[in-house]
């Protein structure tokens, strides 16, 4: 199938009050290409191990060097289990409390692993404005400002970031229909939009800490998230 032309920037429509049309068709986008495929052995910090064959792509529509992680027996896993997890340097290695990143990774691939699915590593740190960026905002939070005012200030969108190479990532690995692992709903429009059916959104579990919990408050009353936070 040859490549067609796509927006790669989200479409005007999406937002955490929108809902994905019925009729309205899905936006077509680049095929993508499995560029490698390898077996490795996960060992989390808790100890909690498991197996991943990692999928490496051609043609991803940004040109990151994103990642799928087939976890159990998601080669034969009717709907798998979908994950789409942002990178995050500080969450994800460091054990940063500030968010909820790194629980939420070992809690997916935990899930993930018994449903068989595949989890999505996507380079976009920071919502997408990177690293350096988000930390910046770190400090802007510091002063008071919340998450999403912070990325403002810095002149920034609120979420920058685009699932047009997750998108890729599943319809070449041939996960059209699938369920997702997710709190946020830009998420699901977003892969509705571009072709992904999803059958069931599932939330993660909600891990607070004295250090997270305003940025989770924020997520909640700004985006929306499906976070039962405590009062």
């Known amino acids: 199938m040859s490549p067609v032309t796509t927006v790669a920037e989200r479409h005007p429509c999406f937002g955490p009050s929108s809902a994905p049309s019925e009729t309205a068709p899905a936006e077509a986008v680049p095929t993508a290409a499995v560029r490698t495929s390898v077996r490795v052995p996960l060992r989390f910090p808790d100890g909690w191990e498991t197996v991943a064959d990692v999928f490496t792509f051609t043609g991803l529509a940004d040109g990151k060097e994103h990642l799928a992680l087939g976890l159990g027996e998601y080669a034969t896993a009717e709907t798998p289990l ?38 999505l590593y996507l380079r976009q740190e920071g919502r ?52 997702l692992l997710s709190n946020n709903p830009d998420k699901a429009l977003q892969l509705d939009a571009l072709g992904i059916d999803i059958v069931e959104q599932l939330p993660t579990g909600v891990h607070v800490s004295e250090s997270n919990l305003r940025y989770l408050q924020a997520k909640v009353s700004h985006t929306h998230h499906s976070l039962d936070l405590p009062a």
């Open 82 to 119: 979908v994950r789409p997890h942002s990178e995050c340097l500080t969450g994800d290695v460091f054990g940063s409390q500030r968010c909820d990143c790194g629980p939420q990774l070992r809690e997916a691939a935990e899930r993930i692993a018994k449903a068989g699915g595949y989890l």
């Open 128 to 179: 997408g404005i990177g690293l350096y960026a988000k930390l910046d905002a770190y400090a802007l939070q510091d002063q008071g400002l919340d998450t999403y005012a912070a990325n403002r200030a810095l002149g920034h969108g609120d979420d920058e970031r685009d699932y047009t190479a997750a998108a890729q990532m599943l319809h070449t690995l041939g996960a059209d229909s699938i369920r």
